[in-house]
């Protein structure tokens, strides 16, 4: 944890309905990690709570990082934290950026397609290809006009090249048309979509058609429950300790309630941070992270989420 950025807090603005958005830069004066579009960075908030968000900014500056964060009322505190705790001038920490829905290097077309907070990774897409000279075209939906963020960004990058097509829950042409988007792309565009579960279903069906290499996906949640069922005995090979799973909890409450350090940031299957190497016994995957052929492998759990369908799994731990 000592290799964490320290980030000050420049500004924060109302970008949205429930949206603000946080310019972070360096505290100790050091240049920032570069990054590359789609990535993002895990804020390390109180209490444990770690989370990712994309960061939204052009990946060619280097004095800065963009997040933006949309108030969950209903989520685990971390979006709450950050609506209401920090303050300009306040010092964060951050791991460096990672990417898991990186932009294809390619001059084939890239079709972006946002909804709801899910703009993010995908603004700083369209930022890189509109610098690049590359065909972009990016769909945005969301719930009304009210709680779209980057509205000027956007006509600033698209500046009458009908690059950018909105979708507006309270306006007239409110419904996406996601298969049509998609059946509409040349066959060699590389598709991306981030925004909830039910639009990346939609879009993963309707790319089902397309080499797996050009479709690209981030979602904010595993599109399965997690495990909680417990029962079953976890064997951490390296140190030789072993706890049972109790019902209600995941392998990693059950890792945090005995002090064993592991990392974690979305806690929902999706980031990849937990990805812990499996020894022995079959993990029940329940992630959205690990491809079919990884999971088919078994050699690998996300323990945020995932269980065990054997008695006993022993990680490298
Ligand atoms: S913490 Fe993100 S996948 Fe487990």
Redesign the pocket.
């Known amino acids: 944890m000592n290799d964490l950025l320290k980030l000050r807090l420049r500004q924060i603005r109302l970008e949205a309905e429930d949206i603000a958005s946080y310019e972070l830069v360096s505290a100790t004066g050091q240049a920032l990690p570069a990054f590359t579009a789609g990535a993002h960075i895990d804020l390390h908030l109180p209490e444990q709570m770690v989370r990712s968000y994309s960061l939204l900014n052009d990946p060619a500056e280097t004095h800065r990082y963009v997040i933006a964060v949309q108030h969950d009322r209903e989520g685990r505190g971390g979006s709450a934290w950050m609506h209401t705790r920090p303050r300009v001038g306040d010092v964060l920490q951050a791991g460096a950026p990672s990417n898991d829905f990186a932009l294809a290097d390619t001059t084939a077309p890239a079709v972006l397609i946002a909804g709801g907070i899910g703009i993010t990774p995908l603004l700083a897409m369209a930022r890189q290809r509109q610098r690049a000279r590359r065909a972009w075209q990016l769909h945005y939906a969301a719930r009304s006009a009210r709680a779209a963020a980057f509205m000027d960004e956007l006509a600033a990058l698209d500046a009458g090249a009908q690059a950018v097509q909105l979708y507006l829950g309270d306006s007239g042409d409110a419904r996406m048309p996601l298969a049509a988007i998609v059946a509409a792309a040349p066959a060699e565009a590389h598709l991306y979509c981030c925004g909830p579960a039910r639009m990346i279903d939609a879009f993963v069906a309707a790319c089902a058609g397309r080499p797996a290499a050009q479709v690209h996906t981030e979602r904010f949640a595993a599109s399965s429950a997690a495990a909680t069922a417990g029962g079953f005995e976890l064997v951490l090979q390296r140190s030789g300790r072993r706890f049972t799973v109790p019902e209600g909890k995941t392998i990693l409450d059950t890792l945090l309630d005995h002090d064993v350090d592991v990392q ?11 990805r812990t190497r499996v020894v022995d016994g079959t993990p029940d995957h329940r ?1 959205d ?1 690990l491809s079919d052929d990884e999971k088919a492998c078994n050699d690998a759990i ?4 995932s269980g065990a369908r054997s008695p006993t799994l022993v990680l490298d731990l």
């Open positions: 974690y940031a979305c806690s929902a299957g999706v980031c990849g941070t937990c992630d992270y996300m323990v945020c989420c």
